[in-house]
């Protein structure tokens, strides 16, 4: 299960994520934001993180305008590991060495197409279970 979060500036290139999910066959709990009304950032990584930390949601996806507030709101959760992507790379990077539980996205910095690439690797993408990387992980959760 994969846990949805978005503030105004993310709500349409959420609704993307949201078309690829369900062509894909992919079960998500959409916490909001639910319209492009304004509204503010840490209350969607907050329903998010929450839901990843009591085990509802494996893996989270937020996006705001630039994918910074919402990755930084999210990563104040302990046991969060939320990365802000802007490429394949990045998203493939962070779950191979970080075990990143949430991928973060600015729907005002790169295009739809991007974006769905960037999430199909995230997702797809399995943690490295190196030593060298776990031993650094657990440096972040101390
Ligand atoms: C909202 O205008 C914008 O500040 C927000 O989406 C995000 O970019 C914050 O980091």
Do not use: W
Not at 100 to 127: E, S
């Amino acid at each position: 299960m994969i846990a949805l979060g978005c503030d105004h500036g993310g709500y349409e290139l959420m609704q993307e994520v949201i078309k690829y999910l369900e062509e894909h066959g992919l079960e998500y709990k959409n916490y909001g934001t639910y319209s492009t009304d304004s509204c503010d950032y840490p209350d969607y990584a907050k329903k998010v993180a929450e839901a990843i930390l009591a085990g509802e949601c494996e893996k989270g996806i937020l996006i705001c305008g630039t994918g910074i507030g919402i990755t930084i709101a999210a990563n104040r959760y302990e046991g969060i590991r939320a990365a802000n992507c802007t490429n394949s790379f990045m998203a493939e990077a962070t779950r191979e060495h970080n075990d990143a539980n949430i991928l973060g996205m600015g729907a005002r910095v790169i295009g739809v197409g991007t974006a769905l690439k960037i999430v199909d690797t995230f997702l797809n993408t399995p943690f490295s279970n190196d030593e060298r990387h776990k031993r650094r992980i657990a440096k972040i959760e101390h």
